[in-house]
């Protein structure tokens, strides 16, 4: 993922998802201008950047800050901004998008601390968290207590996409060399049996059933990351960096609704 100066880029995000598993919910990364209609029936993330399709730095990057919308059916939306704001402080075409929705609900606490750049890490981790559903949401409830959550934040979602890439290639080693023992011992083995009358049906037969289980087991070979571990309840916060602080709360009188 992209280090410098902790920003996020719409490249990045796109990167992360196709490696780690969203339960389906990742819809895409956009421009504020560019947010698509959804499936009114479909539940779904997409995140939307503040900056418009023509405010692109280089290589194609657009520049601005990440919100995150998560549609949960035709009426109802929970909307995360890393500072605290609603839908409304941002440009006509958030406003706008957002104004659809007879329920939203946008999370009032400030998690980013202002003059950082780590809005992309916070948009990824709370995608992560509403995959995760209650546990999830649970573990936003807490981190709004961690006085060094920005850090926090930008670590985990570093180390999820590290250990994703870590899969993804050594599940691209282990399938290469399935193929490669394969297709060293399937002649040789074919010779040999081919002698023995009677055999070459069998063979067949075993050849058709190694077949069968190759395709059983390569979803599992190229399937994504599952973080669930940084959700679970004894896992996120045994860290000496998690500083706690009971007196903040999430939000002001609706919880985001992640069922």
Not at 60 to 72: K, M, R, Y
Not at 86 to 97: A, D, L, R, S
Not at 123 to 144: D, P, W
Not at 194 to 222: D, H, M, R
Request: hydrophobic share 40%; aromatic share 16%.
């Amino acid at each position: 993922m992209n280090d410098q100066q902790n920003m996020i880029s719409d490249a990045d995000i796109k990167s992360f998802f196709s490696l780690v598993d969203s339960k389906e919910l990742f819809a895409g990364v956009f421009a504020s201008d560019q947010i698509p209609f959804l499936d009114p029936d479909v539940e779904a993330i997409t995140f939307i950047n503040t900056g418009i399709s023509s405010t692109k730095g280089q290589d194609s990057v657009i520049v601005g800050h990440w919100l995150l919308a998560h549609q949960v059916n035709s009426n109802t939306a929970n909307f995360f901004d890393s500072f605290g704001f609603p839908p409304q402080f941002f440009n006509e075409h958030i406003v706008n998008y957002f104004s659809r929705y007879e329920n939203l609900f946008p999370n009032k606490f400030q998690f980013q601390t202002f003059g950082t750049q780590v809005c992309g890490y916070y948009v990824i981790f709370v995608a992560c968290a509403i995959a995760q559903g209650r546990k999830g949401e649970e573990k936003l409830m807490e981190l709004s207590g961690n006085r060094n959550r920005d850090e926090y934040v930008e670590r985990v979602v570093k180390e999820i996409y590290e250990k994703a890439v870590e899969r993804q290639e050594l599940s691209q080693r282990v399938a290469d060399l399935f193929f490669e023992v394969a297709s060293d011992v399937y002649q040789p083995v074919l010779r040999w049996i081919s002698g023995f009358e009677g055999l070459t049906l069998i063979c067949a037969f075993l050849c058709l059933l190694l077949f069968v289980l190759l395709i059983c087991f390569i979803p599992e070979i190229y399937g994504r990351y599952d973080p669930s571990d940084y959700f679970n309840s004894d896992t996120l916060y045994e860290d000496e960096m998690m500083d706690i602080d009971d007196s903040d709360t999430l939000y002001e009188d609706e919880r985001m609704d992640v069922d």
